[in-house]
């Protein structure tokens, strides 16, 4: 009897050992989600602020475009009076 009763309490000293174990390791994966949340939040915040920048880059890009294109004609024009003037004053 004596024996079975220590047999037992070295049992439950056992699984208590493992209940803290496990409940330590359980902290620790909990500890390290909300850091790998924490960092996925600040990376997220670089790609949303890094997708503004590039928008931003791009709309400026495309105006470029549009007015070079738009000056283009013009720019051709000129171009042509200017060879003219030339061809005729030689």
Same mark, same amino acid.
């Given at each position: 009897?004596?024996?079975?009763?220590?047999?037992? &309490?070295?049992? =439950?000293?056992? *699984?208590? %050992?493992? !209940?803290?174990? @496990?409940?330590?390791?359980?902290?620790? $994966? +909990?500890?390290?989600?909300?850091?790998?949340?924490?960092?996925?939040?600040?990376?997220? &915040?670089?790609? =949303?602020?890094? *997708?503004? %920048?590039? !928008?931003?880059? @791009?709309?400026?890009?495309?105006?470029? $475009? +549009?007015?070079?294109?738009?000056?283009?004609?013009?720019?051709?024009?000129?171009?042509?009076?200017?060879?003219?003037?030339?061809?005729?004053?030689?």
């Amino acid at each position: 009897m004596e024996a079975q009763l220590e047999s037992e &309490h070295e049992d =439950r000293t056992q *699984l208590l %050992r493992e !209940k803290h174990e @496990l409940e330590r390791r359980l902290g620790a $994966l +909990e500890e390290a989600d909300r850091a790998n949340r924490a960092t996925d939040e600040d990376q997220l &915040h670089r790609l =949303r602020k890094d *997708l503004r %920048r590039t !928008k931003a880059l @791009l709309r400026d890009a495309q105006t470029q $475009l +549009e007015r070079s294109r738009a000056d283009s004609p013009g720019k051709t024009v000129l171009r042509q009076l200017r060879n003219q003037v030339h061809i005729t004053g030689k």
